[in-house]
């Protein structure tokens, strides 16, 4: 319950931050059309140049890729834009979602920009030159893409007295802080939600308290050049940018094990199984950033000795909402239907994954109280189901022994799977497979025996 209690607050301070100030989602719109794109470099002249080993990280990282990502462009093109031109209310989105997954082509006015199948510089999504030539943010809370950029010739780096043939390079304690990450990170929609908000997880965790910051997960120090003409530091940051579309990120995130209230049974009794979960990699909960998107589910199961499995489903706490963290078969989405031209669009089936499994997930609410994916049309939020930073959550399942349960060992093995989108919406979108990709976080197994007299 205490687990429970914290992230209610949590939920409540992020939802009650809109009505101390308004005005604050309006903070980035101001930078739409302020700059040209022949203002910033392209990424292709600092990797060929110079910074050669940066920009193959950078390449093979979604930073490259926001904007030319399957799922970014289907649900820009199929949703939010199609969307935004039915309700006034969420008329700005298709300049919005620019703001962060293609920052240049937001302020250089080329909204909505062409389709990544055109080849146009908004194909450049999160660029070298974007980031540094960023030397701070507006207000009081970084979101909503409301950084400051200053392109030229002056680059904003981490380091002191740096020399380039090509710029002029200057130290940038902001490029180290995590506001720089929280000015896309955190993000409030029209109706005044905060739909994105790992920045501020951090910040109300463990981890902000002992100076551990963004960069030291998702960009890591190694030795290296971080310039073909320049010296190796022994800390140089790698812009490899590891997060949610990396698997071997995900895998491991969670430390569970499984165990029984006794080891030994006969067919006809009841066992109660206890699953720990414990987030001891994040700063931030998990899932976090396009939590309307992601699905985090365990799934129990025991296999006899002679093979045959049985699906456990977990045991209900009773706290309000949970019946949106437990798998079940209804339908969801119906928002949809705005988008896909379709009045009496039915929605798809909500969770796509074992009945009865345990979900952690925060659901988004459409302004008819629906459960949606789509965040900019949210307008309430549900139970904060999500695991903290170093949060241990505790499942329990019971196992009632099936009569014609073989007898002998019963392995019961309790595991977490991670996808990046709901599997039924990824069908009806047709985004390509790896969305749904199922990652397995961790796993554990247990035994009992089960005799007959």
């Not at 146009?120 to 070298?128: D, G, K, L, Y």
């Not at 365990?298 to 209900?316: F, I, P, R, W």
């Not at 007898?407 to 919406?425: D, I, R, S």
Request: overall charge negative.
């Amino acid at each position: 319950m205490r687990s429970i209690a914290i992230l209610s607050f949590f939920l409540f301070l992020f939802m009650s931050l809109p009505a101390e100030s308004p005005d604050k989602i309006k903070v980035g719109e101001e930078s739409l059309g302020t700059k040209k794109y022949k203002e910033f470099q392209k990424p292709g002249l600092c990797g060929t140049s110079c910074h050669t080993d940066i920009y193959q990280q950078w390449k093979q990282a979604m930073m490259s890729q926001a904007y030319t990502h399957h799922w970014d462009e289907i649900e820009y093109f199929k949703l939010a834009i199609p969307h935004g031109e039915k309700d006034e209310k969420v008329a700005k989105v298709a300049d919005g979602c620019n703001g962060c997954h293609a920052p240049m082509s937001f302020m250089a006015g080329d909204v909505p920009p062409p389709k990544p199948e055109e080849n146009s510089r908004a194909n450049e999504s999160v660029s070298c030159d974007f980031c540094h030539t960023v030397t701070g943010f507006k207000g009081e809370i970084p979101h909503n893409f409301n950084y400051i950029s200053d392109p030229g010739r002056v680059k904003y780096g981490p380091r002191e007295g740096e020399v380039s043939p090509e710029h002029i390079t200057k130290k940038s304690e902001f490029l180290r802080k995590p506001e720089f990450c929280g000015t896309c990170h955190n993000e409030m929609n029209p109706f005044g939600i905060w739909v994105k908000s790992t920045h501020l997880e951090w910040k109300e965790g463990p981890y902000s308290k002992e100076g551990v910051r963004c960069h030291d997960c998702h960009m890591t120090n190694a030795p290296m050049k971080t310039a073909l003409m320049g010296k190796e530091y022994p800390d140089a940051r790698q812009h490899l940018f590891h997060g949610a579309h990396d698997k071997g990120k995900v895998q491991g995130t969670i430390e569970l094990r499984i165990h029984p209230e006794s080891r030994e049974f006969e067919p006809g009794d009841k066992v109660k199984f206890t699953v720990a979960l414990f987030n001891q990699k994040t700063g931030h909960k998990f899932p976090t950033g396009s939590v309307e998107d992601r699905i985090v589910w365990l799934h129990v199961e025991a296999k006899d000795s002679s093979g045959k499995t049985y699906h456990m489903k977990v045991d209900e706490k009773g706290f309000e909402g949970e019946e949106y963290t437990i798998s079940t078969d209804v339908l969801a989405y119906q928002d949809m239907g705005i988008a896909l031209d379709d009045p009496d669009f039915k929605g798809v089936q909500r969770d796509g994954v074992p009945f009865g499994d345990r979900i952690f997930r925060m659901p988004y609410f459409d302004p008819q109280g629906r459960m949606t994916i789509q965040q900019w049309n949210t307008k309430s939020l549900g139970v904060d189901y999500r695991i903290g930073p170093r949060e241990t959550k505790i499942e329990t399942f019971t196992f009632l022994l099936p009569d014609e349960i073989a007898e002998g060992e019963v392995t019961v093995t309790a595991t977490l799977n991670y996808q990046k989108l709901v599997k039924p919406v990824a069908d009806l979108l047709k985004v390509p497979g790896e969305a749904t990709e199922i990652i397995k976080v961790n796993d554990h197994s247990t035994k009992i025996t089960v005799f007959y007299d």
